[in-house]
């Protein structure tokens, strides 16, 4: 599938990279001098299946110079792809805006939201996650995105017996949640917002149903187990990539959470700290100007952020 569009006009973007012979992110700028978001819009509908086909094949695509606004303008862009829409569960705190449109993580700035997956630990993870930013930081905030397939390639070349042997086992993550928001953290969303109840007994059922049993602390907070939970996967349409579709770097060792194999082993220390130099040697630094609108194929990808100065206003929207 080629980039060929005579709608769009292929650019370039700092800390854009080549991977496996692909443009990470693929870089769109209108090609007809019209930037408004009807025109765009109208542009979206008619290759909706082209564009498609460029996320998967980019693994991220960048729309540049259109000239969207606002979460109104957002949504309208998000509508014109038909997606359904997939509930945010996890821990980070975010606010409804419009629509299908919410808040991205709202923890503090000055704190680096680590790669991951989007909801990677729930059974159903979203197929593509879109950020648009209204509001550029001064300085920092960039979203860093890494291709995931790399990450397992490389891990595979230096450690893979413990590779092997963690994916046969699977991986166990607990995590803790307030009973209410803490937007002092960025893992501070309450289990009350994250599951839509104050209702103890129907959010132990919500929990169940995604693949979670619960439990209870003496402050009214929650403890999540989560396992067995798979260390790679391969998804249809993606070149056979086994995907590094996990949290185990994120979640291992953490004041509020932890990972481990599914048995109880613990995971290698060395295993994690060269994981870790792995993602970050992998990364891309993507960074926003005004009314950027980025797609991201999240079963290709882990995504994070950088941290900022204030102010910085990006918005997002999670799709099957």
């Given at each position: 599938?080629?980039y ?43 290759n ?145 917002d ?10 132990e ?25 798979p ?16 949290t185990?770097?994120g ?57 900022s ?12």
């Amino acid at each position: 599938m080629e980039y060929s569009c005579e709608e769009f006009k292929v650019g370039k973007c700092e800390g854009q990279k080549l991977v496996d012979g692909e443009s990470m992110p693929l870089v769109l700028h209108p090609n007809n001098g019209s930037d408004n978001i009807d025109s765009l819009v109208s542009t979206l509908k008619k290759n909706k299946d082209w564009f498609e086909q460029m996320i998967i094949k980019n693994s991220a695509v960048l729309l540049r110079g259109f000239n969207v606004k606002n979460a109104e303008d957002f949504n309208e862009i998000i509508e014109a792809f038909d997606w359904d829409d997939i509930r945010y569960v996890g821990p980070a705190p975010r606010t409804h805006i419009y629509k299908r449109i919410w808040t991205a993580n709202e923890g503090p700035l000055e704190e680096f939201i680590y790669y991951h997956h989007e909801m990677v630990l729930i059974k159903e993870s979203p197929k593509t996650v879109i950020l648009f930013c209204e509001v550029p930081p001064p300085k920092g905030g960039e979203t860093p995105f890494v291709p995931s397939f790399r990450v397992t390639e490389r891990m595979l070349e230096e450690f893979p017996e413990a590779v092997e042997d963690i994916e046969s086992k699977g991986l166990q993550y607990t995590f803790s949640a307030p009973s209410k928001n803490d937007t002092s953290s960025m893992r501070g969303r309450g289990w009350e917002d994250a599951f839509g109840t104050s209702d103890p007994a129907e959010a132990e059922k919500r929990a169940k149903a995604l693949g979670m049993d619960m439990e209870w602390l003496p402050n009214g907070g929650v403890k999540t187990i989560l396992g067995p939970r798979p260390l790679t996967k391969v998804f249809d349409g993606r070149k056979g990539r086994r995907m590094w579709f996990n949290t185990m770097v994120g979640m291992h060792g953490k004041e509020h959470s932890s990972a481990l194999m599914a048995d109880g082993t613990e995971i290698p220390e060395n295993v994690v700290k060269r994981c870790q130099e792995i993602i970050e040697e992998e990364s891309i630094q993507f960074k926003w100007e005004k009314g950027d609108v980025l797609f991201l194929d999240n079963f290709a990808l882990l995504h994070g952020r950088r941290p900022s100065l204030p102010p910085r206003k990006v918005l997002v929207a999670t799709c099957k």
